[in-house]
Antibody
Framework: EVQLVESGGGLVQPGGSLRLSCAAS????????MSWVRQAPGKGLEWVAN????????YYVDSVKGRFTISRDNAKNSLYLQMNSLRAEDTAVYYC????????????????WGQGTLVTVSS | ERVMTQSPATLSVSPGERATLSCRAS??????LAWYQQKPGQAPRLLIY???TRATGIAARFSGSGSGTEFTLTISSLQSEDFAVYYC?????????FGQGTKVEIK
């Protein structure tokens, strides 16, 4: 059974830092692109970042470029999101999600999601 | 950036009735569109990808259609467990973007 379990969320002051983790199990972690997707309270979903299987490619939504860093440790089946210079607008539940290709070969479908971890940026 | 617009924002439907949800893209996303269901306090669940392919384990009452800029998610006969928020997502272009969601509520 595929499982994704996030941790590391909490309350942080504006300008502070936080590191999220996602522990993966039930599949060959090193074979998949992985993503972070966030959801502000009462709002919709926003893709945040992607990382290739070997960590050689990383992509970010413009609003977090230069502040967030996605990384992975395939030996530990773990995904990470280092968040620096946090702002109030980064307050959200952060989900770890597995990325797959559809039958046409297009990448970008999130087929499994973790339960999320809440990050609150407030003074 | 492809902007995804869902309508209506809220859909009131009686159990057993048909529900039709719409998603429009600001520019063509071909058939690279997915639908997700989210219940309160839960993570989203993949329903449909490639505009019309049901994900593993998804009931046949869920169907997707469309291409280009206009897409539809149809739930043929609403069950109690289907009352939730539904999001469309395009993965044709960076950044991947979601619609704002349609809440399906009990009438």
């Amino acid at each position: 059974e595929v499982q994704l379990v996030e941790s590391g969320g909490g309350l942080v002051q504006p300008g502070g830092s936080l590191r999220l983790s996602c522990a993966a199990s039930g599949f060959t972690f090193s074979s998949y692109w992985m993503s972070w997707v966030r959801q502000a309270p009462g709002k919709g979903l926003e893709w945040v970042a992607n990382i290739k299987q070997d960590g050689s490619e990383k992509y970010y939504v413009d609003s977090v470029k230069g502040r967030f860093t996605i990384s992975r440790d395939n030996a530990k089946n773990s995904l990470y999101l280092q968040m620096n210079s946090l702002r109030a607008e980064d307050t959200a539940v952060y989900y770890c999600a597995r990325v797959i290709y559809d039958s046409s070969g297009y990448q970008g479908v999130f087929d499994y999601w973790g339960q999320g971890t809440l990050v609150t940026v407030s003074s | 950036e492809r902007v995804m617009t869902q309508s209506p924002a809220t859909l009131s439907v009686s159990p057993g009735e048909r529900a039709t949800l719409s998603c429009r893209a600001s520019q063509s996303v071909s058939s690279n569109l997915a639908w997700y269901q989210q219940k309160p306090g839960q993570a989203p669940r993949l329903l449909i990808y490639g505009a019309s392919t049901r994900a593993t384990g998804i009931a046949a009452r869920f169907s997707g259609s469309g291409s280009g800029t206009e897409f539809t998610l149809t739930i043929s006969s609403l069950q109690s467990e289907d009352f939730a928020v539904y999001y469309c997502q395009q993965y044709n272009n960076w950044p991947w973007t979601f619609g704002q969601g349609t809440k399906v509520e009990i009438k």
